[in-house]
DNA sequence: TTATTATATAGAACAGTGTTCAATATAATT
DNA sequence: AATTATATTGAACACTGTTCTATATAATAA
């Protein structure tokens, strides 16, 4: 029963690597065919290995998803993070943080839908951003309040006026980015204009306008 | 071969009538269940048919849904229209709108995500708005257009300029509606300031703000 | 080494999905 | 009454997610 740490480990990196085949087989899935094409079938032919294996990796279906929205959402908010402390000006920061966010999303449509658009509860443990409090319990959120609380303006301001702020930049920019991957066939030209004209307007209204 | 008018009308009723049949049962499977749960056989059983006999009325499940869906779009713009005809100051206008157009979408939740999550190019045809020139083939952005124009800032502003400002709009009220709607379990009174501090960043950023 | 136990893998099966096709019943037209 | 058109069904196909039982493989204990 005295079990050699050695084999323990080499174990469990082995079942570690299973996942990840499994993951990284889902994701190419997901990018080549998209996520309504993902099938749990599908992923163990790609991996040549009976379905019912899966279920020896991964509870079901959505936990392989569970994982690879982690997986998107650590590289949005790593993003964010890094935009954040490589600039000056607050309102630089907003304005650069909204843009670098709206871009990476559109690198990864099928990803940023799944994560955003998914309504189980393990998914909205991480993505949900518009409930009283969230400032603190989500780092996205917390980050451009952080940012909005630099701005003279919002100097003295209510926290609670900061975080609703916040939640409807947040809330307002998924919306334009949703609807730009699900209307595919914009041309770029006319996207950067979207995209000029929402980060123009963010500013407008809710860095210079009135509270 | 001469076939009696009559009949062939009552023909087109008993048709008509059917169709009618399967479109409500469907219509009350995606209330009470969700889209998600919505199936050709689920219907056929609450109308008490066999499944394929559905096929006789509708080429496939995506043709049911885009009757559904043109149906729902037709309540959003006709309560758009009766907004913009009831209200005399612009700004008022675009406020009630907005107000009035996401109170409708939250109470048919299942619906209002069907039609804008929907990336068929049937049902697109009725719902995209962010390409160049919907201004003038999208009602719903050709009422918020006429809105803008009426608005003194914008009396001599280009008409792509005020396009764009249209589209934001849509887009933006169209995110903050989705994640209410899938961030259930936010309670009521959080949701009414969003939608406040959304409604009043449209007036201080899109109305007040410089151009 | 052998026996035992744990893990990995596969195959078959269930219940569900959308859809098609051939057969039949019903109604309308000649 | 015979023929043609329409309505309706049942069976089948190819999928889906998932579970269960059986088996092969590897790790431990004797």
Chains 1, 2 share one sequence.
């Not at 899966?54 to 890094?82: G, Q």
């Not at 951003?129 to 100097?155: E, M, N, P, W």
């Not at 919306?175 to 995209?195: A, C, F, H, S, V």
Request: aromatic share 6%.
């Amino acid at each position: 029963m005295v079990t050699s740490l050695g084999i323990k480990e080499r174990k469990a990196r082995e079942v570690d690597h299973r996942r990840e085949l499994i993951l990284t087989a889902a994701e190419e899935i997901i990018s080549s065919e998209g996520i309504d094409k993902l099938s749990v079938r599908k992923i163990a032919a790609k991996i040549e290995y009976s379905p019912s294996l899966i279920y020896h990796y991964f509870k079901d279906k959505d936990e392989i998803l569970k994982h690879l929205m982690e997986k998107s959402y650590k590289k949005i908010v790593a993003l964010l993070i890094s935009v954040q402390s490589s600039t000056e000006d607050p309102t630089d920061k907003i304005r650069k943080m909204t843009e670098s966010y709206i871009h990476l999303a559109l690198q990864m449509p099928e990803q940023y839908k799944t994560i955003m658009l998914n309504s189980s509860p393990d998914i909205l443990a991480h993505t949900s951003v518009l409930f009283d409090g969230a400032s603190t319990k989500r780092q996205a959120v917390a980050i451009l309040c952080k940012c909005l609380k630099q701005i003279d303006k919002y100097k003295n301001a209510d926290d609670k006026q900061i975080e609703l702020t916040a939640q409807i930049i947040w809330a307002t920019t998924f919306g334009l980015i949703i609807r730009m991957i699900i209307e595919n066939e914009i041309d770029e030209k006319q996207k950067n204009l979207l995209i000029q004209h929402h980060i123009q307007h963010i500013e407008n209204g809710i860095i210079q306008g009135k509270t």
